[in-house]
């Protein structure tokens, strides 16, 4: 019988992204220059050092920082660049006095964030202005259109890292400048493979394509020495004297690291197999949001049994409370359990469809969250419904995104779940949330009398 398979296990992008690591760190060391050297997990990924050469060049440290991205593109507020921004601004504060650089290598491209406003996005205008291509008036603009969207995204930059990010990125113009001038980010530079194919035209052209073997030989004996060498303790150092050594490591390294490349290749022809079968299947799925009324996973759920179409009755009290609910801006979550077939659904459904000014939005049970999904929740006042919650395997990334919003308009969250799932979800909130944010209704009960008579009549009459 075969084995399901765990997406939630599969650590794929984890292994390829250290390949990616290792394929750029063999391509520095082939490029490196009189004077210069690597350092591996220093201060980042990849350390190129530039001895200061006297009545010639200066000392320089450039860190790397190394992010193989699928499936995302990134903005400045997306959580690896702001780490990125504010593991620089740490380096500057702790090693004061020496000529810093940065470079955020990635396979990705740049996306457009949501509070940027004009032409292109944060990463492109940061990149115009690093390489000169703004100056005078044009480029001051730009620095403050840059430093008025990383000051919203402070809640977001890790605590033990934002001391530095706002001394650096909040204070002074001029320090401001200098840590833009000095962080290049890399886009779009390239995956594993071709970096590796990248390392093989290299090594053709080299006197080590002598050596025995080939060049195929050459780069896997790199990969398993950089391979090894990172798991090790310590300093780690790659020098040209190093390089042009006669390096060859056992047989169990190089089996070793053959089989890391041999499973990262069928990880990725899987997942080249994902993909093609994602692009063929019908794009809504594909959401993580719907509206109601333009969706048949909306429409579809009316039956003989639960008929939403039917006049909401009763429940007088419960909609004031979520009407209160939603009238206090202190309140962004809100919890509703109730038994099933209790009228969860009807109530939240009669309820937020006679709501204006708010953009009522529902949580797709065959959706997917990807880094865009933030992208389908519009600049306007929003209720995210999520039914059923206690089925829903993303709500904590929702219920950290409704947590840690921090626009102008309102972003709230109702969730609609079984008693059975209240314990589960509230340790998503603990983990997530303030709890002064969040309110819990009581359980929901059956209709009063009156209100179960007035709903029989009208089913009646319908069935006439």
Known sequence: MASSRDRKRDAHASFAGFVFQVNLTIRDWLHLLPGQH??????????LIQAAVAGGLQGERLFKQVKQLRGKRLGLGSADALEAIANFCEHRSTKPGENLKFRFLTTTTASKERKWTGPDNGIVIWEKVR?????????????????????EYVPKVPKAMRKHFVAAVLGDDDTFAAVVDSFEWAMGSGDHKAIQAEILHILEKSPMSQRAGGVNRVYRDLFAFVFQLLTEPGPKKLTQALLESEIRVSDEELLAASRLREWI?????????IKELKQNRPAEPAKTFYEPNTSAEYTSRNSPLFDFNQTLRGRRSRVAELDAFLNDPARKIAILPGRGGIGKTKLMRAWSESKTGWKILWASQHGVWHESSVNEIPETNTLLIVDDAHLYDELGKIVNVVSSWVGTAQLKLLVGTRPSGVAAIDGILTRHANSASVVRFTRLSKLSLSATVELAKEVLVLQL
């Open 38 to 47: 690597l350092e591996l997990e220093a201060g980042e990924d990849i350390d």
């Open 131 to 151: 390489s000169g291509k703004i100056l005078g008036d044009e480029r001051k603009s730009a620095l403050g259109k840059i430093k008025i969207l990383l000051k």
């Open 265 to 273: 290749d069928k990880v990725a022809r899987l997942e080249l197999e």
